[in-house]
């Protein structure tokens, strides 16, 4: 089926991306397009891509049958321009976190055959060389077709994701917005402004990092994601997290207004609440 | 050397000590004191002690070389009460996760024979049927002996968890609690406070809930743990949680600025540093 996929940004998403499709298609060959050089040379030792380029205009030469964009979000609208100018005509789709208005912008760019793609997988790891080919089995994908994505296009993406087992979802790009601005992009501000707060509340000779028991390492585990992705996540879908940021700092004040005022009976209402709202999860 | 240990409180981390015990010393009784009848039905059934009562007076009969406290904080004074008006000579310690005030309250009741304790080990998990027989190994145990400490006592408590591997730290009784105040405990009420948020971001027929992915899951999975447990951590170190809570709503305060005014350098700079101080963590 495929037989040469171009993927744009060959860090960790990208490359986990190719190796999946490698897997599942042995003969597929994987062109890999990235700024940083070394980005390139790392993913072909690796065996992790056939070929690459530091230039997107190279994409043209390689003639894919589907492009997938797997760089920071902030990057999206400069690709799908140089896309748009060079005439590709095959399906586009990305892995990016943000939907919403970036997909509306590259439909203007890039028409019908664009189909915006978010699978919900990742780890706190980046570069080319943690990529796990496995990262997305299992794991759901959403999809945020419109009423102008190309029914072919979007029969594409979505036949590729299923035939790699992840689990495919339709969505609306401003509901995938609000929804995982308030799952994912806000617990990831709360977890590095608890890495800020931690190094403030060291002082006097305590390094508090040197306590890390008690749930802190896992809390913030994801604190070790890339900041340049993240900054784009905060700033291309800011009204939703700063929205959800907003309602978790009233949940907070809440907490803890009982704690000063010592209320045992609301306090424990508060926290049972949250526990079982949280073990109906696992 | 021990032949007959009582532990007050047969939960989940009482249960954990039972068993670390029964391993290395094969010959110890363990008798078990809950005031919830089922927990000691379950422990004795599990044979994870030997013996149990509902009554805290039965320790006197059991005779024990060392009473272990594993109850939840705030049921500490009543707790050093009865066992001071058993008139109890042997050394007794706890698994408290709240030192400070609490120490030097237990050492007015019970004297030079309490050694304040507490090992940095847990899961969400509570109940005595989850309990590990290794959760103490290779993990820190927090000592707080006072100018009042027996050094007898001491060396008993010392003794013992180093002889479970545990690796054992002294510390000053109100340091601790300024330490797992920030780092354990405001971490926990975060946790707490993020499922409240997104129980109230979940509207419209949308259940935020049914979308884990991303990291929330690990960061929220200590929001799972015991109510009653963290209700009186919460209020017996309310100051020191209190004052990191209000630390971090500062460090929270601060990204959301730079995202409402779209600061990306700033947002750069803020992420990067809190990724390399938590990669330092790893």
Not at 160 to 172: G, I, K, P
Not at 178 to 194: E, N, Q, R
Not at 214 to 221: A, E, I, P, Y
Not at 239 to 247: L, T
Request: glycine share 8%; hydrophobic share 40%.
């Amino acid at each position: 089926m495929f037989e040469r996929v171009c993927i744009v940004g060959v860090g960790f998403m990208g490359g986990s991306f190719a190796l999946a499709l490698k897997e599942r298609y042995p003969q597929c060959q994987i062109f890999g397009i990235d700024i940083n050089h070394s980005a390139i040379s790392k993913a072909l030792e690796l065996k992790t891509i056939d070929g690459g380029s530091t230039q997107i205009k190279d994409t043209l030469r390689f003639d894919p049958q589907l492009v997938v964009i797997a760089t920071p979000v902030g990057t999206f609208e400069e690709i799908a321009k140089a896309l748009a100018q060079l005439d590709i005509k095959c399906v586009i789709t990305d892995l990016g976190s943000v939907k919403g208005r970036i997909v509306y912008m590259m439909e203007e760019h890039l028409g019908g055959n664009f189909v915006g793609g978010h699978p919900i997988a990742g780890t706190e790891k980046s570069g080319v060389e943690n990529s796990l080919k496995d990262l997305f089995k299992g794991k759901r994908c959403v999809i945020t077709p419109t009423e102008k994505t190309s029914p072919q296009a979007k029969k594409m993406v979505k036949d590729l994701w299923q035939s790699l087992d992840a689990l495919v979802e339709e969505m609306d790009p401003y509901l995938h917005d609000y929804i995982f601005g308030a799952v994912s992009h806000m617990p990831h501000a709360v977890a590095f402004a608890l890495i800020d707060a931690i190094a403030r509340l060291s002082k006097d000779g305590v390094n508090l990092f040197e306590y890390p028991g008690g749930g802190f390492k896992d809390f913030t585990r994801i604190a070790s994601s890339d900041p340049i992705m993240w900054r784009d996540i905060f700033l291309e879908n800011a009204e939703n997290i700063v929205k959800a940021i907003e309602v978790f700092q009233e949940s907070l004040d809440t907490l803890k207004s009982l704690i000063v005022s010592g209320k045992a009976y609301e306090i424990t209402q508060y926290l049972s609440k949250a526990k079982e709202l949280r073990d109906r999860i696992v």
